[in-house]
């Protein structure tokens, strides 16, 4: 991203909109000029891999081909906690170009463009959904980053498709290591039991559909401990919506 575009876009959140007449709209993922602001160029745009049928009708990990509703190996064996999950984007380059940013460099803005892609690929589960409640960040991490990106994500789908948010209802009890170099089944063992309801959290839960809400979904492993939480609350169903997710290496060429 340019100097220009970062001047842009600290000065767009500190102003607000009175300074789109004074300065050309700039695609949020490269700073390239664009039509509209708060948009991406048709190159970023183009750039993005949605995930698309056919997907595991359970935990919507992609297929490389497939028809007709069918489970991935993994859910046919021992079915996730959550209904069903489903993520915009492949998290590849083109869809890291939104969220590296987002979650590091402090561009919230970049949660609109990724939560309008989160509402077309989860339309389906938005609509029955009662309550939308996002992974909780532990709280120091929050301290260190100023925001929570599955936070914003969680209030963004919440006006778009109209549908209350619960931001506070999951706490993360402890810091969990990071995740990124363990196995799917290490991260299951890593995740249980780090999750929690807000005290007083079970009244809002019970008897709901309740939606979660995450950046990046890996091996659902954090998901599933969530879920496991809210359906232990008296959750009537829970499913999971994500911006990207890690496809599973095993099913490339499945
Ligand atoms: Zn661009
Ligand atoms: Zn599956």
């Known amino acids: 991203m340019t100097a220009l575009g970062r001047l842009q876009g600290s000065l767009r959140r500190a102003s607000g909109r009175v300074l789109d007449v004074l300065l050309p709209p700039r695609c949020l993922a490269c700073a390239g000029e664009v039509a509209e ?19 595991c009708a359970r935990c919507g990990v992609p297929f490389a081909h497939g028809e007709g509703e069918s489970l ?4 046919a064996a021992r079915p996730p906690a959550f209904a069903a999950a489903r993520a ?3 998290y590849d380059a083109g869809a890291k170009r939104l969220i590296l940013p987002f979650k590091h ?8 463009p990724l939560a309008r892609q989160m509402a077309r690929a989860g339309a389906g589960l938005l609509a029955r959904a009662e309550l939308i409640v996002p992974v909780p960040a532990h709280w120091r991490r929050l301290l260190g980053r100023r925001y929570d990106q599955a936070a914003l994500l969680a209030r963004a789908l919440g006006r778009i498709a109209q549908r209350p948010v619960a931001l506070d209802l999951l706490r993360r009890r402890r810091r969990t290591p990071p995740l990124a170099d363990k196995g799917a089944a290490d991260r299951a063992i890593t995740v249980q039991g780090a999750f929690a309801l807000a005290r007083k959290g079970g009244a809002l839960v019970a008897g709901r559909r309740v939606l979660l809400v995450d950046d990046v979904v890996t091996s659902g492993a954090t998901s599933e401990a969530c879920a496991l939480v809210l359906l232990e609350a008296g959750a009537l169903a829970v499913e999971v919506l994500a ?8 099913l490339r060429d499945a």
């Open 105 to 112: 460099a402090d561009r919230t803005e970049l949660a609109w």
């Open 72 to 75: 991935c190996p993994r859910c």
């Open 37 to 55: 602001q708060g948009t991406l160029c048709a190159t970023c745009f183009t750039g993005l891999s949605p995930i698309s049928p056919p997907f």
């Open 88 to 90: 915009a984007l492949r």
């Open 243 to 250: 911006a990207a997710r890690v496809p599973d290496p095993r």
